[in-house]
Every structure is written in structure tokens, then in C-alpha cells.
């Protein structure tokens, strides 16, 4: 069964204390990582697609990195606006059972960072 | 762009009434998700329509639930008859024709309380 696990469930750093946030995934072909942001009383926003092992994105502070097995969401100096729930998901590829549309999504970890 | 619209944003219900939550995708985008959102299970997918046609509604949880997509600007998600349980935050994506990867765009969702 195809599953994303996201660790910790939640996180608190203070302001410039980088960090790391861990996604774990069991999918039969990946055909796509997601990484989503979603602050309180909001829909999840876009922020990352990887597709292959060894791809690295970057957006500001962020950066997503991407194994065979997890991707990590590294957060550099992070800043109090930075705090938000990220969500990863994954999408496995059609030829292996997936869905085309189907979004798998991990419970997320909440980021509290601290002035 | 106006994103996503969805209305009500906040709904709160009797145990056996009839709910309607709608949906509005930004205009030129072809595919169209309902997504269920909860502290226990996360961020599950309903049912998702492409070009107004549903694809996978493997997702909806019992025949309390139906979904239809009349155009390419519309959907409605309805729970007939509600039940406490389907208590949630009920969000809508929708995702462009050929864009770069697959990435979804949410609505603000719908927070549903069943009494």
C-alpha cells in the first residue's frame, strides 16, 4: 500500500535555527513528490515538485532534496513567517496501479518558529 | 487570477440534513479534486473529474456522498443525509492543462460541523 509517513509531528525552532523536516514514502513508482505549505484556516499552498532521486529544488529558505526512499524540506535561518504546516505527497506513476490524479498525503509537521 | 473559490466557508448542520459545498476552478484548468481534511486521517482525496468527467471517486467514503462537475466552472460535493462523522474541512483543487508538473491548487475549504 502506497504511504507517506512525515516526521516530527511537530517542530519548534527558534528564529535562524535551521532545520530539517523528514518524509518517508512506500510508493509502487513514484511519479512525483509534492511539497505543500498550509497555514491555519487555509488551503495547502504549492511549493515543491521533485521527480527523481538526487533533485534538488530551492524557494528562499526552503530547500527540497530527494532519495529513493524520503525527501527532506531543509528550512535555513527560518523566520516566525515561515511558520505553517508542511504537507508532502507523493503520486505514484499510473503504469504501476496509480491514479493519474491521486495525491497521497502525509500527516504533516508543524513548524513554530519563535521571534 | 480570483484562485479557487469555494463556498460556504463554514457550515454547520444538523444530523440528517442535506449539505451542498461548491466549487468554482480557476478558469482553463481541467482537472478538479474534493479533498476530505482531518486531524486523524489527514488529507484524503474524494473524487477528482477531468474535462467535467469523474475519473476516481474510489475516495468517497459511502453513497451519502456524490459529486458532480454540470461544467468546466462548477462542481458540487453532496452529503445526503450528513452524520457527525463527516465533521471536516472539505477543500477543492483544481490543476492546469499540460503545466510543468502536477501540481494542485486549493481552495480555502469549507469547514463542516455536523451536530
Known amino acids: 500500500e502506497d504511504q507517506v509517513t512525515q516526521s516530527p509531528e511537530a517542530l519548534r525552532l527558534q528564529e535562524g535555527e535551521s532545520s530539517s523536516l523528514n518524509c518517508s514514502y512506500t510508493?509502487?513508482?513514484?511519479?512525483?513528490l509534492f511539497w505543500y505549505r498550509q497555514d491555519p484556516g487555509k488551503g495547502p499552498e504549492f511549493l515543491f515538485t521533485l521527480y527523481s532521486a538526487g533533485e534538488e529544488k530551492e524557494k528562499e529558505r526552503l530547500k527540497a532534496t530527494l532519495t529513493k526512499k524520503e525527501s527532506f524540506l531543509h528550512i535555513t535561518a527560518p523566520k516566525p513567517e515561515d511558520s505553517a504546516t508542511y504537507l508532502c505527497a507523493v503520486q505514484a506513476d499510473v503504469n504501476y496501479g496509480g491514479s493519474q490524479g491521486n495525491l497521497i498525503f502525509g500527516k504533516g509537521t508543524k513548524l513554530s518558529v519563535k521571534p | 487570477d480570483a484562485g479557487v473559490i469555494q463556498s460556504p466557508r463554514h457550515e454547520v448542520t444538523e444530523m440528517g440534513q442535506e449539505v451542498t459545498l461548491r466549487c468554482k476552478p480557476i478558469?482553463?484548468?481541467?482537472?478538479l479534486f474534493w479533498y476530505r481534511q482531518t486531524m486523524m486521517r489527514g488529507l484524503e482525496l474524494l473524487i477528482y473529474f477531468n474535462n467535467n468527467v469523474p475519473i476516481d471517486d474510489s475516495g468517497m467514503p459511502e453513497d451519502r456522498f456524490s459529486a458532480k462537475m454540470p461544467n468546466a466552472s462548477f462542481s458540487t460535493l453532496k452529503i445526503q443525509p450528513s452524520e457527525p462523522r463527516d465533521s471536516a474541512v472539505y477543500f477543492c483543487?483544481?490543476?492546469?492543462?499540460?503545466?510543468?508538473?502536477?501540481?494542485?491548487?486549493f481552495g480555502p475549504g469549507t469547514r463542516l460541523t455536523v451536530l
Open positions: 478558469s482553463g484548468h481541467n482537472s
Open positions: 510508493v509502487s513508482g513514484l511519479r512525483g
Open positions: 483543487a483544481s490543476r492546469p492543462v499540460g503545466g510543468p508538473g502536477n501540481e494542485q491548487f
